[in-house]
């Protein structure tokens, strides 16, 4: 990736903000990485409501 960014201008600052961030990311990540479970599925379908059932809850409102 490029970035063109003129030389004593906010974009410096913008830049250099970034590249702080960017950096600070790659230091928590891997904490993260280490702390989230997987999500487990429980293979339940789920149970859509027919046309009826949102017509009904459309008419109470």
């Given at each position: 990736?490029?970035?063109?960014?003129?030389?004593?201008?906010?974009?410096?600052?913008?830049?250099?903000?970034?590249?702080?961030?960017?950096e600070?990311?790659?230091q928590?990540?891997?904490?993260?990485?280490?702390?989230?479970?997987?999500?487990?599925?429980?293979?339940?379908?789920?149970?859509?409501?027919?046309?009826?059932?949102?017509?009904?809850?459309e008419?109470?409102?």
């Open positions: 990736m490029i970035i063109l960014a003129a030389k004593d201008t906010i974009d410096e600052r913008y830049i250099y903000a970034s590249k702080r961030r960017s600070k990311m790659k928590i990540l891997p904490s993260v990485n280490v702390t989230l479970k997987p999500i487990r599925r429980t293979g339940m379908i789920a149970d859509p409501m027919t046309a009826d059932e949102v017509s009904s809850i008419l109470r409102e």
